[in-house]
């Protein structure tokens, strides 16, 4: 039940991508500690490098919030039809910056922390974590710290 919750979340942010570009919608929802959900959306930018993903705005929304201990993911995602809605194809996965971001938040929170990775409708969910989506990744330890 708390999936869902976070799935949904996931695909409410989704349905607000700005993502005029590519066309591919993505919404994420972080869980953290204290039970709370934060969301985020793609943000793209005529100037394409400069596109933030959802991940990302996730993860600022829930440290903004002060709020950084990160437990769970769902990402959801999808490119738009001609009417706005969401094409179910297959599970959107963090890309490698997200999941660079996501290792820093799962040794910012001291464990790992679980990614739902699911396709727009829902239909397709992929359960896995940051350390297996990352392994052997450079943290704080690297840099004698944590
Ligand atoms: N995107 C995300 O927001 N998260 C991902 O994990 C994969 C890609 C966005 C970036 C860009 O706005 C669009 O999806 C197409 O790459």
Do not use: W
């Amino acid at each position: 039940m708390d999936d869902l919750d976070l799935l949904a979340a996931a695909r409410a942010a989704a349905a607000n991508a700005y993502a005029p570009y590519s066309g591919f919608a993505v919404g994420a929802a972080v869980r953290t500690r204290s039970g709370r959900i934060h969301t985020g959306t793609n943000m793209e930018n005529a100037s394409y490098g400069l596109s933030l993903c959802a991940e990302a705005a996730a993860l600022a929304c829930a440290v903004a919030e002060g709020d950084f201990q990160v437990v769970a993911i769902a990402v959801v995602g999808g490119r738009r039809d001609t009417s706005g809605g969401l094409i179910a194809g297959g599970p959107v996965t963090p890309c490698g910056r997200c999941r660079q971001l996501l290792k820093e938040a799962a040794d910012a929170a001291g464990g790992d922390i679980r990614v739902l990775a699911a396709n727009a409708d829902l239909t397709e969910v992929l359960e896995t974590t940051v350390s297996a989506l990352l392994p052997h990744g450079f943290g704080p330890k690297d840099l004698g710290l944590g």
